[in-house]
């Protein structure tokens, strides 16, 4: 069995940065997910998330079983709500929307989610979820019905990542949305880098190589490339 946190733990202390590819099911074609994973494997990815904020098409346990039949990169759920948990998946972030009040995302989803969890032998992540304004209203801000975090409050961002750290978070993800026009600010990756000990994601708004470094530079642990590489899956051949 994958220990998905303890790997990320120790890439962390020897400074290796981590990239996560995310597959949405609402937006993949099965039919081409076997060239879309030799994409992947020919890429520097470490894991592939699975998961989006609305998921109508009940394809999940398909699309995980179909990767693992030719990649063993570790699968974790990236879930929306819990009719996006699957079996067939190595982990889960479970998420708590930290940037929002809205309870279904603070717990709500996490009280319903969790018998089914505790039925399962996916490795569970307690992660702290931030929203970052990034220029347009994202699919996740209108999922949620919560605002996204200013893209110049640093302060309240460092608070809210201290305080999911308090709590006992294993992870924090900072999260400019899917289809961003802009990603999280350097600037704010380096303020959460410098004030907390977890390993910190960075998603939303990166189109390039160099914005992916750019994140690294920051101080993000992993960065998570989905609209980018699902509108070019050779974005990682494009030097």
Do not use: W
């Amino acid at each position: 069995m994958k220990n998905i946190y303890q790997d990320i733990l120790l890439a962390k202390k020897e400074k290796r940065k981590l990239l996560a590819i995310l597959f949405d099911p609402d937006k993949i074609d099965l039919n081409v997910v076997s060239s879309l994973i030799q994409k992947v494997i020919n890429a520097p990815a470490t894991h592939i998330f699975i998961g989006g904020s609305h998921v109508t098409h009940n394809i999940i346990d398909e699309l995980i079983l179909k990767i693992k039949s030719s990649c063993e990169l570790p699968i974790v759920l990236f879930p929306g709500n819990p009719s996006q948990i699957s079996i067939h998946a190595d982990g889960i972030l479970f998420l708590s929307l930290l940037s929002g009040r809205n309870p279904d995302f603070l717990i709500e989803h996490q009280v319903k989610a969790a018998p089914i969890l505790k039925k399962t032998d996916l490795e569970i992540i307690p992660t702290s979820y931030l929203l970052i304004e990034s220029g347009n209203e994202t699919a996740v801000a209108r999922v949620s019905k919560t605002q996204p975090i200013a893209r110049d409050n640093n302060d309240l961002v460092v608070a809210t990542v201290m305080a999911g750290e308090m709590l006992g978070h294993q992870l924090i993800y900072l999260e400019a949305g899917s289809g961003a026009q802009q990603a999280v600010p350097l600037e704010m990756i380096r303020d959460v880098a410098k004030n907390t000990t977890i390993p910190l994601i960075v998603g939303g708004g990166i189109t390039s190589l160099l914005g992916i470094q750019n994140a690294y530079d920051a101080g993000a642990d992993m960065v998570v490339i989905g609209t980018a590489f699902e509108k070019n899956p050779s974005f990682f051949e494009n030097k």
